[in-house]
């Protein structure tokens, strides 16, 4: 049994998905920062974003070097997205603008961040790539 969970390791499987949302994530930050220049909204809002842009390419290399510190900076940072679009939203709700994410789309990245979490708490294949 315990040799048949060894084999199961690298990046493949459902963690394609996971890697393919962190590059996706990315796209997303990217506009928004440019949505909170074009807007002009509040330079603390502005840092955040590039902060969390940048925790984003950190964390996409700790998935590609397999680095054991991958899962726990993979979840904190979905958690740390999450608040983001809530900031997002609340700043925005109190200027005149409209073009930001909507409470379906906090909703369903919550519930992204709820299956990640537990597939990075409880994959197996997770436990056998991230180990360098």
Aim: proline fraction near 2%.
């Amino acid at each position: 049994m315990e040799n048949e969970k060894s084999h199961i390791k690298g990046l493949s499987g459902w963690l394609i998905l996971i890697g393919i949302s962190l590059f996706g994530v990315a796209f997303n930050m990217i506009s928004n920062i440019a949505y909170t220049i074009q807007f002009k909204l509040s330079l603390i809002i502005l840092i955040f974003a590039i902060l969390l842009f940048l925790a984003n390419i950190y964390v996409i290399v700790l998935f590609f070097k397999k680095s054991k510190n991958f899962p726990k900076y993979f979840i904190a940072f979905l958690l740390f997205v999450l608040v983001w679009m809530v900031v997002l939203v609340l700043s925005v709700l109190s200027s005149s603008t409209t073009a930001v994410p909507g409470f379906d789309q906090i909703i369903s990245f919550f519930i992204w961040t709820l299956i990640a979490n537990s597939y990075m708490k409880k994959s197996i294949r997770v436990k056998n790539t991230f180990i360098e």
